[in-house]
């Protein structure tokens, strides 16, 4: 208010020295007593501070409630996989007729073998030998994996060729596969048991079969497999 006040004194002072020298005595009167009238009109005013105004805050809507998740359904059980195909071992169902060499020699020898209907394979390829595995799943045959192996040799001397190699052998009593009678023995080799049978064969050659992992006690399919046994 202070302020405001000596502000229209000093405008004051300005128009009675303007007046003072432009007019005359009365004009000076008259300009005097009208300033002073609006002076006193304006000190009368209350003075208006500036106010400064509060943006609106912006109106929002209220974010909706997250609607619950719906509990998942369970997974169906799914089905169990057949066994693996693997080519370098089909299935042994049904008659097998494999022709067997005696490595660096002409002896050969035509063996028929009959495996069941299921969870038996072979070996595709043969050097000589002829192999049957008690397996659901031919892709996971291994080298110490149970097996049945035919195997042709030239002589005696080829099947005990690893002889000091074996561990805890034992004789058997000899059997009878395929109308001929074979040697047998047990013993353990590279860290499998075995059991052997082996002799002559009419053809010529020596024959082994080896059987490790595989029961053939009477009754057994291993017992079936080797009594299935016939020479052609």
């Known amino acids: 208010m202070k302020n405001v006040q000596r502000t229209l004194a000093a405008a004051l002072a300005a128009i009675l020295l303007a007046g003072l020298t432009a007019c005359s005595a009365g004009d000076v009167t008259n300009e005097v007593d009208s300033g002073l009238a609006e002076l006193k009109s304006q000190a009368a005013e209350p003075a208006v501070e500036p106010q400064t105004e509060t943006p ?116 058997l009593p000899p059997r009878t596969i395929g109308g001929v009678e074979l040697a047998g023995r047990t013993y353990k080799n590279v860290g499998m048991w075995w059991t052997e049978y082996y002799g002559e064969m009419p053809t010529g050659g020596w024959l082994s079969i080896r ?20 020479f052609g």
Request: one cysteine or more.
């Open 56 to 171: 609106a805050q912006p109106k929002t809507d209220p974010a909706p409630e997250p609607e619950p998740a719906a509990d998942p359904e369970p997974a169906a059980d799914p089905e169990p996989a057949p066994a693996a195909e693997n080519p370098d071992y089909p299935s042994a169902a049904g008659l097998n007729t494999p022709t067997l060499e005696a490595f660096g020699t002409d002896y050969t020898l035509v063996l028929n073998v009959t495996c069941p209907d299921q969870g038996w394979y072979k070996s595709a390829t043969s050097f000589g030998d002829f192999k049957l595995f008690p397996t659901d799943d031919p892709s996971h045959i291994f080298s110490g994996d149970p097996r049945i192996n035919f195997e042709l040799k030239s002589g005696l001397d080829k099947i005990d060729y690893y002889y000091d190699d074996f561990e805890n052998v034992e004789e």
């Open 211 to 230: 059987i490790s992992g595989v029961d053939i006690e009477p009754g057994t399919e291993g017992d079936a497999i080797l009594n299935s046994v016939t």
